[in-house]
């Protein structure tokens, strides 16, 4: 057989094995048809053999995608904005999962983060260890799904208009085999979503105050930490199974607060560091008021003392194991700082320095927390000083404490990057980072509200 080059991917290849040579191409032209056998067959199977998810890809699929991906990536996010257009316009009411300052499906933003995604898990499909160890993008991604309360047959929606986002946007190139690879392919990812996610269901029902999915709280108090930041805190309702429970969960894990502000059921949850102390009777996030957030706007503005809202169980990967042994540096910025207060409240005497980034004094939420923890702290005003360069933070915050820590960073995350970075020029050997709202490649693939 002689060896040819590939007509989209240039690639030097053979025609049994191109999926895009000729051969290939012209004999099966309909890439609707192709897509819509995929869907059909899928959808009789589930029915008779319950979900019907792949337990492992076949090598075939493996090296279909493998031969596929570098032609698929470039349309990746043309194919993301339709796949929006798709499910959102046959399924509105998935609009509840999505943050309306993001503007999905208009904005690019949620497109780019699920095509990122995409191609981060289709370049890596021989070797996928590294998204599914504890704590990486697979769990990170699963905690998101179940805080928002996703359900396993709702990914069966996400399949079938991804599949036929695929088929519209590359047309005849998707040959039927191209097409089962890929279906595999998302099926098996699924799956693997699935099955992390019926596991920390479980485990969030099983620890101590635990609940799955949605449980109505009273505000109990609401207290004013600076003129732009409140700490909101919740207990069960009388009568509530969870009344008189003390709450478990790991330190900078997020509760998820859904409000029905407009009475449309619509309103998506919005995820907030839980500031409470681990075991308290109540629960508690720190919310910071955002120009045109809308649920931040209406607790700041609108939320009372005995108001009712609901709550998804704490979740996220974002945590100090209490057992580790280690020292930990805890670097914020802005509102970053809440999953910091209950790092200090678990490492104690581990956390060698504290260091802040705010606007100035008055904005610094939980500053007399840490002044009073016995923690070293390094606190930037902006407004006083300027903003500090990346470089000149990480340099004293190493002269201070040395590199031989574990270094926590939550904030804006071109800051994180940058600061990271400086870290890690330095010599520091672990550095964890945070990000509030959606987060390329690591972030929710398909949902997203923070």
Same mark, same amino acid.
């Given at each position: 057989?002689?060896?040819?080059?590939?007509?989209?991917?240039?690639?030097?290849?053979?025609?049994?094995?191109?999926?895009? =040579?000729?051969?290939?191409?012209?004999?099966?032209?309909?890439?609707?048809?192709?897509?819509?056998?995929?869907?059909?067959?899928?959808?009789?199977?589930?029915?008779?053999?319950?979900?019907?998810?792949?337990?492992?890809?076949?090598?075939?699929?493996?090296?279909?995608?493998?031969?596929?991906?570098?032609?698929?990536?470039?349309?990746?996010?043309?194919?993301?904005?339709?796949?929006?257009?798709?499910? +959102?316009?046959?399924?509105?009411?998935?609009?509840?999962?999505?943050?309306?300052?993001?503007?999905?499906?208009? #904005?690019?933003? &949620?497109?780019?983060? +699920?095509?990122?995604?995409?191609?981060?898990?289709?370049?890596?499909?021989?070797? !996928?260890?590294?998204?599914?160890?504890?704590?990486?993008?697979?769990?990170?991604?699963?905690?998101?799904?179940?805080?928002?309360?996703?359900?396993?047959?709702?990914?069966?929606?996400? $399949?079938?208009?991804?599949?036929?986002? @695929?088929?519209?946007?590359?047309?005849?190139?998707?040959?039927?085999?191209?097409?089962?690879?890929?279906?595999?392919?998302?099926?098996?990812?699924?799956?693997?979503?699935?099955?992390?996610?019926?596991?920390?269901?479980?485990?969030?029902?099983?620890?101590?105050?635990?609940?799955?999915?949605?449980?109505?709280?009273?505000?109990?108090?609401?207290?004013?930490?600076?003129?732009?930041?409140?700490?909101? #805190?919740?207990?069960?309702?009388?009568?509530?199974?969870?009344?008189?429970?003390?709450?478990?969960?790991?330190?900078?894990?997020?509760? =998820?607060?859904?409000?029905?502000?407009?009475?449309?059921?619509?309103?998506?949850?919005? $995820?907030?560091?839980?500031?409470?102390?681990?075991?308290?009777?109540?629960? &508690?996030?720190?919310?910071?008021?955002?120009?045109?957030?809308?649920?931040?706007?209406?607790?700041?503005?609108? %939320?009372?003392?005995?108001?009712?809202?609901? !709550?998804?169980?704490?979740?996220?990967?974002?945590?100090?194991?209490?057992?580790?042994?280690?020292?930990?540096?805890?670097?914020?910025?802005? @509102?970053?700082?809440?999953?910091?207060?209950?790092? &200090?409240?678990?490492?104690?005497?581990?956390?060698? %320095?504290?260091? $802040?980034?705010?606007?100035?004094?008055?904005?610094?939420?939980?500053?007399?927390?840490?002044?009073?923890?016995?923690?070293?702290?390094?606190?930037?005003?902006?407004?006083?000083?300027?903003?500090?360069?990346?470089?000149?933070?990480?340099?004293?915050?190493?002269d201070k404490v040395g590199k031989d $820590?574990?270094?926590?960073?939550?904030?804006?995350?071109?800051?994180?990057?940058?600061?990271?970075?400086? %870290?890690?020029?330095?010599?520091?050997?672990k550095v964890v980072c945070e990000v509030?709202? #959606?987060?390329?490649?690591?972030?929710?693939?398909?949902?997203?509200?923070?």
């Amino acid at each position: 057989m002689t060896e040819s080059k590939c007509p989209v991917s240039g690639a030097s290849t053979t025609a049994s094995k191109c999926p895009f =040579s000729g051969a290939a191409a012209t004999s099966y032209p309909n890439a609707a048809k192709a897509v819509d056998g995929i869907i059909t067959n899928l959808t009789n199977k589930r029915s008779s053999e319950g979900m019907g998810l792949p337990e492992a890809m076949s090598q075939e699929t493996i090296d279909m995608i493998v031969a596929t991906a570098p032609a698929v990536a470039p349309k990746m996010l043309d194919i993301t904005k339709c796949f929006y257009e798709k499910i +959102l316009g046959s399924h509105p009411e998935l609009l509840q999962f999505f943050n309306p300052a993001h503007n999905v499906p208009k #904005s690019e933003n &949620q497109p780019k983060a +699920l095509a990122a995604s995409a191609i981060a898990y289709a370049t890596n499909i021989t070797d !996928l260890s590294p998204l599914l160890v504890p704590g990486g993008p697979v769990q990170a991604i699963a905690h998101r799904h179940v805080a928002l309360g996703v359900h396993p047959m709702q990914y069966v929606v996400v $399949h079938e208009k991804l599949m036929a986002a @695929i088929g519209e946007i590359l047309g005849d190139i998707v040959t039927p085999e191209i097409a089962s690879a890929w279906s595999e392919a998302v099926l098996f990812l699924a799956k693997a979503f699935i099955d992390t996610e019926e596991g920390l269901y479980k485990a969030l029902e099983q620890r101590e105050g635990g609940w799955s999915g949605f449980a109505e709280f009273e505000v109990s108090e609401i207290n004013a930490l600076t003129d732009s930041v409140k700490q909101v #805190s919740f207990k069960p309702p009388s009568g509530s199974p969870l009344e008189g429970k003390k709450f478990d969960f790991t330190g900078g894990q997020y509760l =998820s607060l859904q409000i029905d502000i407009d009475g449309d059921n619509l309103t998506a949850p919005r $995820h907030y560091t839980c500031t409470s102390p681990v075991g308290a009777d109540y629960l &508690q996030c720190t919310i910071k008021k955002i120009g045109g957030g809308k649920v931040s706007t209406y607790v700041h503005d609108n %939320l009372k003392v005995g108001d009712k809202i609901t !709550l998804s169980p704490p979740v996220g990967v974002f945590t100090i194991p209490e057992e580790a042994e280690t020292s930990a540096v805890l670097l914020s910025a802005g @509102i970053g700082v809440t999953p910091m207060v209950n790092f &200090q409240r678990v490492l104690g005497d581990r956390v060698k %320095l504290v260091v $802040h980034v705010d606007r100035a004094e008055e904005t610094h939420p939980y500053k007399a927390f840490f002044e009073e923890s016995g923690a070293e702290t390094l606190f930037k005003y902006t407004s006083a000083t300027g903003r500090p360069k990346a470089s000149d933070l990480a340099q004293e915050t190493i002269d201070k404490v040395g590199k031989d $820590h574990e270094f926590f960073i939550c904030g804006p995350e071109s800051w994180m990057e940058d600061v990271q970075a400086e %870290l890690l020029s330095r010599g520091a050997k672990k550095v964890v980072c945070e990000v509030f709202g #959606s987060q390329l490649a690591t972030g929710c693939p398909f949902f997203a509200s923070a």
